[in-house]
């Protein structure tokens, strides 16, 4: 499996998202193993997911026995694929499957230490006492029938579980993050020792791809980005730098005066890196200090900067001070589909 995306390649795991704020981290954490993955709803129905060679249920802050908590298609623990529950996705497998779910008396939040003697193949290389991150309250109490316990914390008895004959699998901790210490190594075990997938993507071979969409979004246009110096907003900037060329690029950075010590400086220093002439500052301080003065309630606050930001952004574009021809607000995203950094037409 050699194809891009665009060229065909189906996603060979697909990851439900149950609400969790790690969703997108796993996705991320796969793609840099080398197999092409996507998101998908939750209760995305079975038969959509047929095909693909694993499926990821996220971790999420609801309680499985609640109603109206996210909830996966009960039909997908039968299909001919390995599944891996995370966190809330471990306690839906149990809930689903016949197992419990109950309240803990103690949460975990932060690191853990797993206690972990298994010859299953999820944990190959990955066996012993290890630290591991966890971010729950609710734990599987009673493993469904057929289902072996795995490890286990000072407070969570069933910190994993599985059924190797279903290729089921759940592990109450986070593979994903980095402060668990062989979660690479585990994630590694599901896609290609269980589910047995191949290598089919790159990250590093994505970027003339990305490019070329740029070109061909944007035609003989040029991009306007309002950026923050931060991961987003420069990295779209930079891909469409590559792909137009200098002359067709331009960033903004609005100074609310609210940056941390320095910060202005660095991020001009970053941008101006990268070419003369395509960034400037907007200085702003002035502004945003004086709409804030006197305000101590922080919600308040918080709408008081978003309404000034919008409202500066706006005078800008309004000017074309820093836009005379055939222009376009850009705008980028740095979610584990690349296609996502394209360029949005400017509203007037």
């Known amino acids: 499996m050699n194809q891009s995306p665009d060229q065909g390649t189906r996603p060979q795991i697909i990851v439900l998202d149950t609400g969790g704020q790690y ?56 299909l001919p694929c390995a599944v891996l529950g995370i966190c809330y996705g471990q306690q839906l497998i149990a809930w689903h ?86 979660g690479r190594q585990i994630l590694s075990n599901f896609l290609f020792g269980v589910c047995g997938c191949e290598s089919d993507w790159s990250p590093r071979e994505q970027t003339s791809r990305i490019e070329e969409e740029i070109r061909l979004r944007v035609s003989d246009r040029n991009v306007f980005f309002f950026v923050s110096g931060g991961v987003d907003s420069t990295v779209a900037f930079t891909l469409c730098l590559r792909a137009l ?21 660095f991020v001009q220093g970053v941008f101006e890196s990268l070419g003369k002439g395509i ?6 301080e002035e502004r945003f200090l004086s709409a804030l003065a006197g305000v101590r309630e922080p919600e308040k606050k918080r709408h008081i900067i978003g309404e000034k930001f919008v409202e500066v952004q706006e005078q800008i574009l309004a000017s074309g001070q820093f836009m005379e021809g055939n222009w376009i607000l850009g705008q980028g995203t740095s979610t584990p589909t690349p296609s996502k950094v394209v360029a949005r037409p400017r509203l007037t």
């Not at 038969?47 to 997908?76: M, R």
């Not at 060329?245 to 400086?265: C, H, I, K, N, Q």
């Open 97 to 182: 499957l016949g197992g419990t779910v109950s309240p803990g008396k103690k949460g975990e939040y932060g690191m853990a230490h797993l206690d972990l003697e298994s010859s299953a193949a999820l944990f190959q290389g990955a066996t012993g006492r290890q630290q591991v991150w966890m971010s729950h309250r609710d734990t599987v109490t009673a493993a469904p029938a057929g289902f072996d316990i795995y490890g286990a914390t000072e407070t969570c008895a069933i910190a994993s579980m599985g059924s190797a004959a279903r290729r089921i699998y759940g592990v109450q901790f986070h593979p994903e993050v980095v402060h668990t210490e062989r």
């Open 23 to 78: 969703c997108h981290l796993i996705t991320r954490k796969i793609r840099e193993l080398g197999v092409y993955s996507e998101i998908r709803p939750s209760e995305t129905p079975a038969s959509e997911l047929a095909g693909v060679l694993g499926i990821v249920i996220s971790g999420g802050p609801a309680s499985v026995y609640e109603a109206g908590s996210p909830q996966v298609d009960p039909a997908i623990f039968d």
């Open 245 to 265: 060329g200098p002359e067709r690029v331009r960033a903004l950075y609005v100074d609310t005066g609210l940056m941390r010590d320095s910060e202005t400086p």
């Open 279 to 284: 960034f400037a500052v907007e200085h702003a």
